[in-house]
């Protein structure tokens, strides 16, 4: 049984830095797909950024240049660091995984959103005051 525990959550000024942690339990895929995806108080979840197990990443238009994603394969933890916060990255932050790899190879979008990923976990809130 697959679980995700995310981690590393919590309140920055805006221009700050965080650092999200997920520690991933029970994956046996051999290709996989993991994520991350937000929710804000009253408006839809967001994808945030994902890595396929070959290393492929994608990023959401709002967090290229500022968020980076990376898995280290030996902890089985994917990490999310998080640059020059803005207010509006105030959300629920959640990881997800999903069997097989969901980054086009050829114009590095998603084929399939992280919020749609089968497994996720339970969330780490995020707060980034002005």
């Known amino acids: 049984q697959v679980q995700l525990v995310e981690s590393g959550g919590g309140s920055v000024q805006s221009g700050g830095s965080l650092k999200l942690s997920c520690v991933v339990s029970?994956?046996?895929?051999?290709?996989?797909?993991l994520g991350w995806f937000r929710q804000a108080p009253g408006k839809e979840r967001e994808g945030v950024a994902t890595?396929?197990?070959?290393?492929?990443?994608a990023y959401a238009d709002s967090v290229k240049g500022r968020f980076t994603i990376s898995h280290d394969n030996a902890k089985n933890t994917l990490y999310l660091e998080m640059t020059i916060m803005k207010p509006e990255d105030t959300a629920m932050y959640y990881c997800?995984?999903?069997?097989?790899?969901?980054?086009?190879?050829?114009?590095?979008?998603?084929?399939?959103?992280?919020?749609?990923?089968?497994?996720r976990g339970q969330g780490t809130q995020v707060t980034v005051s002005s």
């Open positions: 997800s995984l999903e069997q097989g790899w969901w980054v086009d190879k050829h114009n590095g979008r998603w084929d399939k959103r992280p919020e749609d990923f089968g497994d």
């Open positions: 029970g994956n046996t895929f051999r290709n996989y797909c």
């Open positions: 890595i396929d197990s070959d290393g492929t990443t």
